[in-house]
């Protein structure tokens, strides 16, 4: 199985936290990556404050930031300029 490249994870995680904050496993099945490395990509997109962590009862929440938003949206922007279809 050929691995994708991490951009392509980095923007699927905005992908997924745009259409909802979630916590870290349901994001690792959302993405369809294990815990284990999906972690180092949100640690990387939490320092560059593109992803935010809350506590919501007593849970972590991961949550996409504004400027998490407008690279995703940028992302989107050159898919689509670039798209074969």
Same mark, same amino acid.
């Given at each position: 199985?050929?691995?994708? *490249? ?12 745009? %259409?909802?904050?979630? =916590?870290?496993?349901?994001? %690792?099945?959302?993405? @369809?990556? @294990? $815990? ?6 949100? *640690? =990387? ?10 506590? /919501?009862? =007593? ?9 998490? $938003?407008?690279? $995703?949206?940028?992302?989107? *922007?050159?898919?689509?300029? /670039?798209?074969?279809?």
């Amino acid at each position: 199985m050929k691995k994708r *490249e991490p951009i392509l994870i980095r923007m699927q995680i905005l992908e997924s936290l745009f %259409a909802s904050p979630k =916590g870290p496993t349901r994001l %690792a099945q959302s993405c @369809n990556v @294990n $815990y284990g490395r999906i972690s180092g990509f949100i *640690e =990387g997109l939490v320092k560059k404050g593109l992803v935010r962590r809350d506590i /919501v009862d =007593g849970q972590e929440t991961l949550g996409i930031t504004d400027e998490g $938003y407008k690279v $995703y949206r940028d992302w989107l *922007e050159v898919w689509r300029r /670039v798209s074969l279809d």
